[in-house]
Each structure stands twice: as C-alpha cells, then as structure tokens.
C-alpha cells in the first residue's frame, strides 16, 4: 500500500518560513508527479504546488514568489519551502502523488499567527 508521511507543519509567525517533506513509500517515485495541496477550515481543498517527474513546476498565483516545491528522487522524497507565510497560509497540507491514480497523505497543520 502506498504511503506518503508529511511532517515539519506547525506554529510560525507572519513573515515567517517552514519547510514541508512528504517521503513516499511503495511507488516508483521518480514516476509520478508530486504536489502539495491545502484546505483551510470551511473551505475547499486546494492546489498550492505541483513538479512533475521531469522537474516541471507549477504553483498557485497565492503562493507565487514565495513558495519552492523540489524533489529528491533518491530519498523518494518531495519537499515544500515556505517563506513570508501569511495568515491565509493557515491550513492543513497535503502531500499528493499522481501518475494514474492519486494517493494522498494525512496532512500537516500549518498556522501562521502571532
């Protein structure tokens, strides 16, 4: 069974950075595209960033200049760098792996306040 853990969510004040890792098990890694999505309370999930498995990005004009996917196909791992988080930014984060069929991960809780 596919597993994606997410971890290094949690408490960070406006202006400032965390940095997101999804480590993925069970899968040909390097074959699927990567992303990272987000649901606020009440809200609908979202798109924040996505890389393909040939390195291609793509991310959410919100996060634009100020949000970095990457990947290390080594470590089978997919990370997340956010810098100037504002308090929109508050939300669980979803690691999402999709070639055919998408898996998901559990989330990490991501709240930006002072």
């Known amino acids: 069974q596919v597993q994606l853990v997410e971890s290094g969510g949690g408490l960070v004040q406006p202006g400032g950075s965390l940095t997101l890792s999804c480590a993925a098990s069970r899968i040909i890694f390097s074959g699927y595209t990567m992303g990272w999505y987000r649901q606020a309370a009440g809200k609908e999930r979202e798109l924040v960033a996505t890389i393909t498995s040939g390195g291609i990005t793509n991310y959410a004009d919100s996060v634009k200049g100020r949000f970095t996917i990457s990947r290390d196909n080594a470590k089978n791992t997919v990370y997340l760098q956010m810098n100037r988080l504002e308090p929109e930014d508050t939300a669980v984060y979803y690691c999402?792996?999709?070639?055919?069929?998408?898996?998901w991960g559990q989330g990490t809780q991501v709240t930006v306040s002072s």
């Open positions: 999402s792996a999709h070639r055919i069929v998408r898996y």
